[in-house]
């Protein structure tokens, strides 16, 4: 198992500092304040080292990465605010069976199951009832 290097850690703690996603480049512009020589591909190398030790998830929608926790890294839901761009992980076990039955009645091999909802967070359902964002 490779360590977690300098990199590695300063990556994570910038992805974990925001409460919204970042795409690998806007890792690489903060990173460059103190990795001067700091790459794309280093950034990337180190976002697929800490997505497969589930530090951190992949927001497929947004090509962005959010800091998580092993614990709820292999939850399937994420709620995305559409104001915010806040991000929470849910579980929905009868949704989960719902689509594995579907899957094994038409034979189909199932590789990953991710659902990404959005919709408006409390905070700005209350400033923003139910209005579109502009």
Known sequence: MKAMTPMRRDVLQIIARQRTPLSAYDVLA??????????????????????????????????????????VA??????LCRHCYA???FEHAALGELI?????????NIASVIFEVWGTCA??????GDAERT
Do not use: M, N
């Open 100 to 108: 594995e039955e579907h899957a094994r009645t038409t034979d189909f």
């Open 87 to 89: 991000v929470s992980s």
């Open 30 to 71: 903060q990173l460059k304040i103190s990795h001067a020589s700091a790459t794309a591909t280093g950034v990337y190398r180190s976002i697929g080292w800490l997505e497969e030790r589930k530090f951190v998830r992949r927001i497929a929608s947004l090509r962005a990465f959010i800091a998580c926790s092993p614990a």
């Open 123 to 128: 905070t700005c359902h209350a400033l923003h």
């Open 74 to 79: 292999d939850q399937p839901g994420l709620l």
